[in-house]
T-cell receptor, first 111, second 116 residues
Framework: EDKVVQSPLSLVVHEGDTVTLNCSYE??????LLWYKQEKKAPTFLFML????IEKKSGRLSSILDKKELFSILNITATQTGDSAVYLC???????????FGTGTRLQVTL | GAVVSQHPSWVICKSGTSVKIECRSL??????MFWYRQFPKQSLMLMAT?????????EQGVEKDKFLINHASLTLSTLTVTSAHPEDSSFYIC????????????FGPGTRLTVT
């Protein structure tokens, strides 16, 4: 059974801090790993990672995948209160295009 | 980006009644859509894969007779929760799979179901 584990489960930081969120996986026929941000509604897409070692960046967010060690990290620098959300990691595996989600990391950024 | 809508956004129903939730891809055709359920403070759990023109594929532990899925067209999938009970109260989210070249899933905004 495919498995995706995120850590930490929950995190509280001060505005301006840098955070690193972790995602490890055990799946059969890995295709890609995706990061989503979920506030009150459905997840919004952040990154899709397919190749090892290539960092993807979008503003203050960046992510990288290590296919040898089977994990990915999501970095957020200079955090803002608007970054408060649940960050979900999901892995696309097999031919059926099904996503397996991790439990998520709840990030709270305080003033 | 692609747009997926869900209707209704929020529904409250009485125990024993059935509720239908619609998922539409507004600007692309989706032969495959997915239905997820999310309980409070938990992650998304895939319930079923909906394929246009054929039967849905349900994940282990999901009752196909309780959660009826119909993917009648390339832009519409419906999930009907039959004989709803309070334990069915949850956030239901659909996603639509876009074809080549991206094969990305686009999520709808979700439907919050409360069964009283």
């Amino acid at each position: 059974e495919d498995k995706v584990v995120q850590s930490p489960l929950s995190l509280v930081v001060h505005e301006g801090d840098t955070v690193t969120l972790n995602c490890s996986y055990e799946v059969t026929n890995f295709r890609s790993l995706l990061w989503y941000k979920q506030e009150k509604k459905a997840p919004t897409f952040l990154f899709m990672l397919t190749s090892s070692g290539i960092e993807k960046k979008s503003g203050r967010l960046s992510s990288i995948l290590d296919k040898k060690e089977l994990f990915s990290i999501l970095n957020i620098t200079a955090t803002q209160t608007g970054d408060s959300a649940v960050y979900l990691c999901a892995v696309l595996a097999g031919t059926a295009s099904k996503l397996t989600f991790g439990t998520g990391t709840r990030l709270q950024v305080t003033l | 980006g692609a747009v997926v809508s869900q209707h209704p956004s929020w529904v409250i129903c009485k125990s024993g009644t059935s509720v239908k939730i619609e998922c539409r891809s507004l600007d692309f055709q989706a032969t495959t859509m997915f239905w997820y359920r999310q309980f409070p403070k938990q992650s998304l759990m895939l319930m079923a894969t909906s394929n246009e023109g054929s039967k849905a594929t349900y994940e282990q532990g999901v009752e196909k007779d309780k959660f009826l899925i119909n993917h009648a067209s390339l832009t519409l999938s419906t999930l009907t929760v039959t004989s709803a009970h309070p334990e069915d109260s949850s956030f239901y989210i659909c996603s639509a799979l876009r074809g080549a070249p991206t094969y990305e899933q686009y999520f709808g905004p979700g439907t919050r179901l409360t069964v009283t």
